[in-house]
């Protein structure tokens, strides 16, 4: 175990002794889990080391100026708590739900997850109202781009949408498990898109015959970047998959790799190439959409959203819980969860700067790392299987910790985009 647990000497930050049993135990999973792999990444090693890559990446921090006119301008929506709300789910049934989130249909128990609404320390985040999301994108094309987060997010969308405009249609589907996939709303003639893309930046997917992805960090993925001129809002969610053993390609430059053992490259952890993946797609985005005249782009990061691993992935009470985390006990996101969202939103502070008052590519984020901690209760746990439990309580039953039900408290990832994306109409 030397190999794995020596990376943490070097740190300053302490490891949650959670985080290091987790690790332990991941690090003697065998490779059984091939579905899983596919569908969800672990986190296998949280280790950053000394090493750092070696490319220049600036870093400038100052933050985005922000109006002061209006409270919903200046709302902090990523500060704030969970409070139980009698209301409800905006939707309780809804067709584009996948099998693997659908908790109600599969016989989660307990609904008290659906009674939370978030509540910001400062301000109100209102109902996610589909009219206007509609309204605001008439005749216009909206990308979700990233790993099944991405796609959890755009399920969760199409749900909401759904209850006020149900003429849409799923007019492109391509791919295995669907990854590429377009619905056409007629009536407002919008189309919203799902692109998968786990890295953004071009890149080779782990396999069976190669057990590390591979990533080449100075160009786009072009399977949705070649779309970028029809695109005018792209929603962007990457991060579990930088967690995996990986090679790193700058042209054909070797940089390094993380996890790797048995390769002779230089371990360079993950959290440096996670910035660098934004930074060379931001760029390329300005780059392409800077220039031409086809109207203004909004793009958009959804920060990394943390497991609620327990323990074993495959153990009974995997992601037991069934009320959010108090905010007064949970004040401090964990280590590599604040690290993720730190490189992305520092990417998207960088870019935004860079194209301030150029006004044909806007970018934000839309920071719910701390809102996703506080969710433990929140994800389908055994329930990505429909009645796990049918014929009684097993041992082992595998356990979704990473993704959301639908509904549930990902919905609440979509009223805060709705309302960043407000914010980004009215600074034109
Ligand atoms: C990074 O590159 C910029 C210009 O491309 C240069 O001004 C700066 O000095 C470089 N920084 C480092 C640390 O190499
Ligand atoms: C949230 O707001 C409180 C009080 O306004 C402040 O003390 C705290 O630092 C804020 N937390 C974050 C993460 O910004
Ligand atoms: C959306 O897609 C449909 C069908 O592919 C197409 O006819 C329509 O022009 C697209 N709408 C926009 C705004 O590009
Ligand atoms: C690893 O790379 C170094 C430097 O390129 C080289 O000297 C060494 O022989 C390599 N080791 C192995 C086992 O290939």
């Avoid at 647990?5 to 999973?29: E, G, R, V, W």
């Avoid at 609404?117 to 990308?143: S, T, V």
């Avoid at 959804?302 to 995997?318: R, V």
């Amino acid at each position: 175990m030397d190999t794995i647990i020596n990376p943490f000497k070097d740190q300053t930050h302490s490891i949650p002794l959670k985080k290091l049993l987790l690790l332990i135990i991941y690090a003697f999973l065998p490779i059984i889990i091939i579905f899983h792999l596919i569908v969800y990444p672990f986190p296998i090693s949280f280790s950053q080391s000394k090493h750092s890559l070696n490319i220049n990446t600036s870093s400038s921090t100052s933050s985005k100026e922000i109006g002061n006119d209006n409270v919903e301008i200046s709302c902090d929506y990523s500060n704030g708590s969970w409070v139980y709300d009698k209301l409800g789910p905006l939707y309780t049934k809804c067709n584009t739900i996948k099998e693997g989130q659908d908790c109600m249909a599969h016989g989660r128990p307990d609904n008290n997850y659906l009674y939370y609404r978030w509540k910001p320390k400062n301000c109100e985040l209102p109902r996610f109202d589909p009219k206007k999301f509609l309204q605001i994108f008439k005749n216009k094309n909206i990308a979700f781009v990233g790993d099944s987060l991405a796609r959890n997010q755009l399920e969760s969308l199409l749900c909401m949408l759904s209850t006020f405009s149900d003429d849409h249609e799923l007019v492109f589907s391509h791919g295995d498990d669907n990854k590429f996939r377009k619905w056409y709303f007629h009536s407002y003639n919008m189309n919203v898109s799902i692109y998968w893309s786990p890295f953004l930046v071009d890149g080779i997917e782990k396999s069976d015959k190669k057990n590390y992805n591979t990533m080449f960090l100075d160009s786009i993925d072009e399977k949705w970047g070649m779309d970028l001129d029809q695109m005018d809002l792209v929603v962007l969610s990457v991060g579990h998959w930088f967690l995996h053993s990986a090679v790193y390609y700058y042209g054909d430059k070797v940089l390094g790799c993380h996890y790797c053992s048995g390769l002779n490259y230089t371990e360079v952890g993950f959290y440096d190439v996670y910035g660098k993946a934004f930074e060379t797609t931001f760029k390329t985005i300005v780059e392409r959409r800077g220039k031409n005249n086809v109207g203004v782009l909004d793009v958009v990061v959804t920060t990394f959203t943390p497991a609620h691993f327990e323990g074993e992935w495959d153990k009974y009470g995997a992601c037991p819980k069934t009320k959010p985390y108090d905010v007064e006990e949970r004040k401090n996101l964990e280590w590599m969860d604040a690290e993720m969202r730190e490189r992305a939103i520092e990417q998207v502070r960088i870019a935004d700067k860079e194209v301030a008052g150029q006004k044909r590519v806007r970018f934000e984020a839309v920071d719910v790392t701390k809102l996703a901690y506080l969710r433990p209760d929140g994800h389908p746990g055994p329930y990505m299987h429909p009645f796990p439990f049918a014929k009684g309580i097993e041992e082992r039953v595998q356990n979704d910790c990473v993704h959301w039900c639908l509904p549930g408290a990902i919905d609440t990832w979509n009223e805060i985009l709705l309302q960043v994306i407000k914010r980004m109409e009215r600074t034109i």
